[in-house]
């Protein structure tokens, strides 16, 4: 509702202001292969994809019909200083209270990209955003497993415990993500930030007290 309040305001006081939405890889659901292209089907399978897609819908359906500049960012798995939660933040708190128990296989691949070149794509798509809607995929193209991120960031921690898994999936947790990106290069956008330049930068930002 909110999406459509503010597309609302463009449509009727400023419609020719660029609108870029953050969507997600969850609307792709479970990829048959691997990388993700822009033009995989989209078939969700946890609510925050379908609701993802459902907002991407009536952004296009705006784009099309009133003619708003729209793009689209289907980002993957983000991570910087100052998040507090999902894998990085839950592995920095579990793995300093000592506990070295994982849900799922641990073989799980995602594509993980840096807060700061997201924002950077985000302002490359402002300048491409029409009522043609451009989609592009947000990652780096290049996939690591749950596994490599904990324990990487363990070995940061100087605390080093064999880890275990439950080698039970989440429901709506897709094995496999890795972005397809030749579509937002081909704006002149590339990942700058390397993971595990990255991790550090987050372990370092979290033993500092996560300010």
């Not at 890889?25 to 609701?51: C, D, M, Q, R, W």
């Not at 907002?55 to 100052?82: D, K, N």
């Not at 080698?167 to 081909?186: E, L, Q, V």
């Amino acid at each position: 509702s909110t999406t459509i309040t503010l597309l609302e305001f463009l449509r009727l006081h400023s419609p020719k202001t660029s609108f870029v939405y953050p969507s997600s890889a969850a609307v792709y659901g479970i990829a048959e292969k691997l990388p993700i292209s822009e033009f995989t089907p989209l078939n969700p399978i946890s609510p925050y994809g379908v609701h993802k897609k459902i907002v991407e819908e009536i952004t296009q359906s705006y784009a099309h019909h009133f003619l708003i500049p729209v793009a689209i960012a289907r980002f993957f798995s983000l991570y910087g200083p100052g998040l507090r939660k999902q894998l990085l933040w839950d592995s920095c708190k579990k793995i300093e209270n000592r506990d070295f128990n994982f849900y799922g296989t641990g073989n799980e691949v995602r594509d993980w990209l840096h807060v700061k070149d997201a924002a950077h794509l985000l302002l490359t798509l402002t300048s491409h955003a029409s009522s043609d809607a451009l989609v592009v995929n947000g990652g780096t193209g290049k996939g690591i497993t749950v596994h490599e991120i904990i324990e990487d960031v363990s070995q940061r921690m100087n605390i080093k415990n064999p880890l275990k898994f439950s080698h039970k999936p989440k429901p709506g947790d897709p094995p496999g993500y890795i972005a397809d990106i030749k579509m937002a290069t081909c704006l002149g956008w590339k990942p700058q930030y390397l993971l595990q330049e990255g991790i550090e930068e987050y372990v370092h930002w979290y033993l500092s007290g996560a300010p």
